[in-house]
């Protein structure tokens, strides 16, 4: 059954715009999770000095500051932070040695 939007209070149109809001705003802030390196996750990942090699590849070079393997949609991939001279990078590295996605920052 429906309603004309004229019945709709305004209270409750404001209320919904509020939580709409809000879960939009918990969305876009979502982090990847970090995932302890266990003994079955080596199994089937690259080594961590592996996936910096292939970040550093990737970007042409730099300095990695970290390397953290993370859960993000329910993918495992490499996450690696390499700083360059003109540059900051965030390269993605599935656990398979593909790279997935590149986020570049100028300095």
Partial sequence: MSFPVKFIPKA?????LVLT???????????PIPVEATAAVQ???ITKARAEAIALQ?????????????R???????????VGSTAEHEVWVSTT??????IT???
Avoid at 21 to 31: K, R, S
């Fill in 12 to 16: 409750a149109l404001l209320g919904a």
């Fill in 21 to 31: 809001t809000a879960v939009i705003g918990q969305v876009a802030q979502a982090q």
């Fill in 43 to 45: 199994a089937v990942s």
């Fill in 58 to 70: 990737a970007v042409g070079g730099g300095t990695v500051v970290l390397a953290l393997l993370e």
């Fill in 72 to 82: 993000d949609n329910g993918s495992v991939h490499w996450s690696i932070d390499i």
């Fill in 97 to 102: 040695g593909r790279v997935i996605k590149i």
């Fill in 105 to 107: 920052q100028p300095l």
